[in-house]
């Protein structure tokens, strides 16, 4: 006998425990006639929850895809141009790992998000670390401080005559108000702030990526289920 699932509407095997479309836990019911007594249903066993999250083997593949993905999008990898992607992919790819292991192999997009969430939370904290920790070895253990401070010079130096050429676009020029902003980032603690600004505003944007990605990889998982079904 086939069924419907009460949320996709997706005809289904009475005897399924879950939905293969949406992954809703489905009412098993089973008929049971005795001395002549009208059939008596009751429900056969309990099902995972599609939308619930078992955070022990989540959290080992978020674990084991957020380290790479963390390295790979520091600010010392040579390919952390592509951070996000790098951040956005191990989340999806965290998400297949985790339904492999489970029974249903189903999951819903919220949960997909809150795996991708962790996974980001994660290589985020390990790239922001990484951004910093490297920053405070090549100045105070390889001595490179010169080197980094003339490279911010000229970042600021870049950054102000920008600034400028579009305020007298504007019209709007204050020659002492520009040097006062020019000596703060070049102060020590100017030049911390917007670094440290700057890994925090990476990180905020991997974990967006991430937990898109979670959303992602659970909505393409519920495609391929689908085409199955």
């Known amino acids: ?6 949320r996709c509407h997706v005809t289904i095997l009475a005897e399924n425990c879950y939905c293969p479309a949406c992954g809703l836990p489905q009412l098993v019911y089973t008929a049971d006639e005795t001395n002549g007594q009208s059939p008596v249903e009751r429900w056969t066993g309990a099902v995972r929850d599609a939308s619930t999250v078992d955070w022990k083997p989540a959290m080992r593949v978020a674990i084991l895809l957020a380290i ?10 040579p390919v952390n141009i592509l951070g996000l992607f790098w951040m956005g992919g191990a989340a999806a790819w965290a998400v297949v790992l985790y339904v492999r292991s489970q029974r249903p192999a189903w999951i819903t997009m919220g949960a997909g998000a809150r795996i991708g969430l962790v996974t980001g939370l994660l290589a985020g904290w390990l790239a922001f670390s990484v951004s910093g920790g490297g920053l405070f070895m090549q100045r105070f253990v390889l001595h490179q401080s010169s080197q980094i401070d003339g490279e911010w010079k000229n970042r600021v130096a870049l950054s102000q005559q920008m600034t400028q050429q579009f305020a007298s676009q504007m019209g709007v020029t204050d020659p002492a108000q520009a040097k006062a902003q020019e000596a703060w980032m070049l102060s020590p603690e100017g030049h911390a702030g917007i670094e440290a600004f700057g890994f925090a505003s990476n990180a ?7 937990t ?4 992602l990889g659970a909505r393409l998982l519920a495609r391929r289920r689908r085409t199955e079904v």
């Open 204 to 210: 905020l944007f991997l974990l967006f990526f991430a």
């Open 68 to 77: 790479p993905a963390g390295l790979l999008s520091s600010g010392f990898s």
């Open 1 to 6: 006998m086939e069924i419907t699932c009460k």
């Open 212 to 215: 898109g990605g979670g959303a």
